[in-house]
């Protein structure tokens, strides 16, 4: 925690801890109004969930998209803007391009300046039937909140596959756009597991760079919308594999992704493509559980926004910015400015309800 003595009643409570949670924080904070973030904690049921503290950035390597961090040699940079004691928790800075743990560290550094204070535990249920609202911590404590900023992102779904696991950020990836530019994919055939809309959009996204792109689907026709299906069967690059699943990733330490092996859905032989990347398109969880209820949802239970271009919720007070909102652009850079947007809501919340 900060040094700021806490009020009673929060003014802005941030749950999350991801590029929306942190320039929420910087917003609120820099019109003093003390926000409180509780960024998750390092739990192992977490771990497993890919839901620990500093959110999805902190899970992949170089970010190349985020403006402001053109490649250079960051080292000193990151010696005077980040304490040596979370310098320790990330590593060394290696390469010149910022990667996601530092860029997150550097929201969450901007934050802390400004005066965020930070808990290092989770939200573990709310109650937004009554304002002041109140919200319970995985230590059992209370906090009543005149607003609340929900920012706790959404994880991309992964086949499960232990090769998969292994070889996550070199060669398999969730995010075509994140990614797909990068020296591995580019000239190479790839892989797509997935038959729905965005499964197309990343396949069609990655024929860009990769020699070929195999799209990977359990059944003889896509889920996709027949215009995207379309699109993905006339590509010249786009292969479709129907009636097949990935049942393994296949590479080597040193070179990461080689190839996946395929099975049959329909008792055909086996089948092992050679591939430089492996790219699950088969959706993503939005966190919206812990809300349990309080807050309509989309049908795919992301945060619903009644009003459009703005992050006010069904509950007038309560706020929700980033992935969590947003099953369209789910970037950094988008999280972020929703996050920006979020913080003045809760402002303006505020100064109208006194
Ligand atoms: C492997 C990978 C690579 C990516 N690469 C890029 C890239 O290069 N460029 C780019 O723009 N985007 C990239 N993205 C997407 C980007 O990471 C997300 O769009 C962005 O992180 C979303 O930010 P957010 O703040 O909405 O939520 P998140 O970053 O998802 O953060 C939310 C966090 O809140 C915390 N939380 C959840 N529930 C609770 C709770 N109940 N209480 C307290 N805390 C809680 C958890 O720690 C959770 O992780 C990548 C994503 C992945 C998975």
Redesign the pocket.
């Known amino acids: 925690m900060g040094e700021l003595n806490a009020p009673s009643v929060e003014n802005v409570v941030i ?8 320039t929420a924080a910087i917003y609120a904070a820099r019109a003093s109004l003390l926000p409180l973030v ?4 390092f739990t192992e049921a ?1 771990q497993m969930r ?11 390597t ?5 403006p402001g961090f053109p490649p250079a040699d960051l080292g000193i940079f990151l010696e005077s803007a980040i304490t040596e004691e979370r310098r320790m928790m990330l590593g060394l800075h290696e390469g010149n391009m910022v990667t ?1 743990p530092e860029l ?1 560290e550097l929201m969450r550094a901007q934050a802390v300046h400004f005066g965020t204070r930070v808990v290092e ?4 249920s709310v109650d937004f039937s009554q304002r002041p609202f109140r919200l319970t911590s995985g230590d059992g404590s209370e906090i009543l909140a005149k607003t609340v900023i929900v ?6 779904n992964y086949l499960g596959l232990p090769s998969e696991t292994h070889f ?2 070199h060669g398999v ?3 075509a ?3 797909g530019a990068l020296p591995r994919f580019r000239n190479r055939p790839v892989v797509v597991a997935g038959g729905g809309d965005s499964a197309v959009e990343e396949a069609d996204y990655l024929a860009k760079f990769a020699s070929k792109v195999y799209l990977v689907h359990r059944r003889d026709q896509l889920r996709a919308s027949a215009i995207m299906a379309k699109r993905a069967m006339e590509h010249p690059k786009i292969v479709i594999q129907w009636n097949r699943t990935v049942s393994e990733i296949l590479g080597t330490d040193a070179d990461g992704v080689t190839g996946v092996r395929l099975a049959s859905t329909v008792g055909e032989p086996e089948l092992v493509l050679e591939a430089s990347g492996f790219f699950a398109a088969i959706g993503h969880t939005p ?1 919206t559980t ?1 809300l349990n209820g309080q807050l309509e949802l989309t049908d795919k239970k992301y945060i619903h926004r009644p009003l459009p271009h703005r992050q006010q919720t069904s509950v007038p007070g309560v706020f929700a ?4 909102a ?1 099953e369209y ?8 400015a ?2 920006a947007q979020a913080a003045l809501e809760a402002e303006r919340f505020l100064v109208q309800n006194g």
Not at 151 to 156: C, N, Q, R, V
Request: hydrophobic content about 40%; aromatic content about 8%.
């Open positions: 749950i999350g801890s991801g590029p929306a949670s942190w509780y960024e998750g904690a977490n890919n839901l620990l503290p500093m959110g999805q950035l902190a899970l992949t170089e970010v190349e998209n985020y996601g997150v535990n989770e939200i573990t920012a706790t992102g959404a994880t991309a996550k950020n990836s969730a995010c756009v994140c990614d966190t812990f910015a980033g992935d969590v947003d652009y789910r970037q950094a850079i988008t999280a972020a929703s996050g």
